[in-house]
């Protein structure tokens, strides 16, 4: 015990030195920090990384309840590319931090914020299908029975949200998420049926209503063939651009979410009553569309937003502080990989991508109390 301790400061250390997260390089430049010995803390111990994690998002949470204003969860993917075919999870697929599909590994995550301080409290290893059908592979890289089973990014995500809402690991006023997990009809059900509040970005093929298309009665007759079962709404749905076109110049209004180096940023914005038809539900639900825009009209964002009943209404300058907080996740990131290597791990198997991460995690929040000090 007292041996893993000593390693784990090491390791940690390591994290923070100029030759980052690479354990030859920590052997190399660190005094005390042997190569073979750190290789089998973060390879082949048995410590629970998962544990770890959990006690970095109870910490996280502790470090930020104290600030006051709403607190939010947010959720993105993480990738990096990585050479070879043995690492766990490495694939062929779209790495969103370079743009293009490559060889590389992808996680999900999940980040705390509260106003502009936030914290790494979750992340789940993305297994494209082609480790998932692979029993072989899977076994191979140490990878447990119950994680060996597809699930797609967004699955992943409600996943972290369960985990860490579910338990009082973390708490949160809202869910917040780009098109990739907001495109996502079963995560948008699990939020509500959890009575989340969410703010979910939508790709502009999403159909809505701007009146509730529920029929007053079950599908007419025809006399002809077997009845109709299925209800259908009242009026087809419109693509987002066709919505965002029908608001009148005079209900757009500009407002500041944020102040930046160079003073306030601002965006105008509109929040609009839609319904989204479920075709699997066999209803309608009330949603909020929040559409926003620069100043000038460019970069516009759709938004779909969730009260939970009997909360308060949601205000557009509320709505539009939520939609762009997803700024922070981004730059949790850009600390975990460039101060801190995320990215740079020689981990192959499961296990050790769960040590290396929980540890980075430890790292941020080490970083974030020193800035809560420094304030």
Wanted: charged fraction near 20%; charge should be positive.
């Amino acid at each position: 015990m007292h041996g893993q301790l000593a390693h784990c400061q090491q390791y940690f250390k390591g994290l923070f030195h100029a030759c980052r997260s690479n354990v030859e390089r920590m052997d190399e430049r660190l005094p005390d920090s042997p190569y073979d010995a750190l290789h089998h803390f973060i390879s082949v111990s048995t410590w629970d990384g998962a544990a770890v994690m959990d006690e970095v998002a109870r910490r996280v949470q502790a470090s930020l309840a104290p600030l006051g204003g709403e607190q939010g969860l947010l959720l993105d993917e993480c990738g990096w590319e990585k050479a070879g075919h043995k690492s766990v999870g490495v694939a062929r697929q779209y790495i969103g931090q370079v743009g293009k599909v490559s060889n590389g590994q992808v996680g999900v995550f999940a980040v705390l914020c509260r106003g502009r301080h936030a914290g790494l409290v979750g992340g789940q290893l993305y297994l494209p299908t082609a480790w998932s059908m692979d029993v072989a592979r899977c076994a191979q890289a140490r990878i447990p029975a119950a994680a060996q089973a597809y699930r797609s990014k967004p699955e992943l995500a409600a996943e972290l949200v369960k985990h860490l809402l579910g338990s009082g690991l973390v708490q949160a006023d809202w869910v917040r998420g780009d098109a990739a997990y907001g495109n996502s009809p079963a995560l948008r059900q699990a939020l509500e049926e959890r009575q989340q509040a969410y703010v979910l970005d939508v790709g502009p093929g999403l159909g809505l209503h701007l009146a509730d298309p529920t029929p007053a009665g079950p599908p007419a007759s025809t006399g002809r063939g077997r009845p109709a079962r299925r209800l259908q709404p009242t009026h087809p749905a419109q693509l987002l651009p066709a919505l965002a076109a029908q608001v009148p110049a005079s209900a757009w209004r500009c407002y500041t979410y944020r102040t930046g180096r160079k003073g306030a940023l601002q965006r105008e914005a509109v929040l609009l009553p839609v319904w989204r038809w479920e075709p699997e539900r066999q209803q309608a639900q009330a949603l909020h569309l929040l559409i926003s825009r620069e100043v000038d009209g460019s970069q516009v964002k759709y938004s779909l937003c969730y009260t939970p009943p009997g909360g308060a209404a949601l205000a557009v300058a509320q709505a539009l502080y939520r939609q762009m907080q997803r700024y922070w996740i981004e730059r949790v990131f850009q600390e975990a990989k460039q101060q801190l290597g995320l990215h740079q791990n020689q981990t192959r198997h499961w296990p050790a991508w769960q040590h290396h991460v929980a540890l980075t995690m430890m790292a941020l929040h080490f970083m974030l109390e020193a800035q809560l000090e420094g304030q």
